[in-house]
């Protein structure tokens, strides 16, 4: 039943972003301007290509998550030790809202609405922001997915060693452990929305669920310390080259949204 229901709820996320992929559709049609279908396509292919033209300063960016991430995996084994020790905040309101914040669904939802309200107001501020949800979190995704195949780490909850690899194993979830996909998401949706506000306050108040979802999957014995940093590295870097790539493409303009206030590039 609890599988059922997951797969429900996935299956939901998916549909709202096929929804908001159909509006684009129609967008593109009316208003042959940003944001849409054409526009994804060519910035996917700038997003596979971009590694090429890397400069030093992403070279160094990379091995810093690398060498963070292979320091913590030092530490995997004792946190798990130290998390599982105590276990009644399994279903605590905190470790709830992280786990929740990284399913697909909130990305969905949140995406989907604000292009919704894009179609049909034509505001180029929401579709914009539900553009750039949507886009981050499908090429932080594809990064995640690819990784948790190709590197096939046990997950922590089948009892086996934190080094415990199975590259290449393609349909079995206890060995997608690195890195963690509610992280990668959770941080691709916070940094794009943290990076359309102007408040620096409302900055941090939109990481906190992101922290949250780091937490309660080590909490919960889903992940390793190091699968969570990982994840969120992925997803923050990818959700900040998506804003920089907009950024630099449009000039500098302050729209307020209710109930905060964004800014928007255009």
């Keep these: 039943m609890k599988k059922n229901n997951l ?9 709202i972003i096929l929804f908001f992929f ?13 944001y849409n279908l054409s526009q994804f396509a060519e910035e996917s292919r700038k997003f596979v290509e971009n590694p090429a033209g890397w400069h030093n300063n992403d070279w160094i960016k990379l091995g810093l998550i690398s060498a963070g991430t292979i320091l913590l995996t030092q530490t995997d084994q004792s946190v798990r030790e130290i998390v599982l020790k105590d276990q009644s905040y399994f279903k605590s309101f905190p470790i709830e809202t992280g786990r929740i914040w990284g399913e697909i ?10 292009g919704l309200h894009g179609l049909i107001t034509g505001e180029e501020t929401t579709k914009k922001i539900g553009f750039e949800i949507i ?50 998401l959770a941080f691709s949706l916070s940094t794009v929305l943290a990076k359309n506000m102007r408040s620096d306050f409302l900055k941090v108040i939109v990481f906190l669920p992101a922290v949250l979802t780091m937490a309660s999957r080590v909490y919960q014995d889903n992940h390793w310390v190091s699968d969570v940093f990982a994840g969120a590295a992925i997803g923050y870097f990818v959700g900040d080259w998506v804003i920089d790539l907009h950024g630099k493409q449009d000039s500098g303009t302050t729209v307020s949204l209710i109930p905060f206030s964004i800014r928007i590039q255009f």
């Excluded at 669904?105 to 604000?114: F, V």
């Design 135 to 184: 886009q981050s979190a499908v090429y932080a995704g594809a990064i995640t997915t690819f990784l948790k195949i190709a590197v096939g780490r046990a997950r922590p909850f089948t009892n086996k060693e934190p080094g415990t690899f199975h590259p290449f194993t393609f349909f079995d979830d206890d060995f997608h452990s690195f890195p963690s996909g509610h992280a990668t």
């Design 22 to 34: 159909l509006s684009l559709t129609s967008i593109n049609s009316v208003a042959q301007n940003r």
């Design 7 to 15: 797969m429900n709820k996935k299956n939901y996320g998916i549909k």
């Design 105 to 114: 669904y909130p990305t969905a939802i949140i995406a989907g609405s604000l």
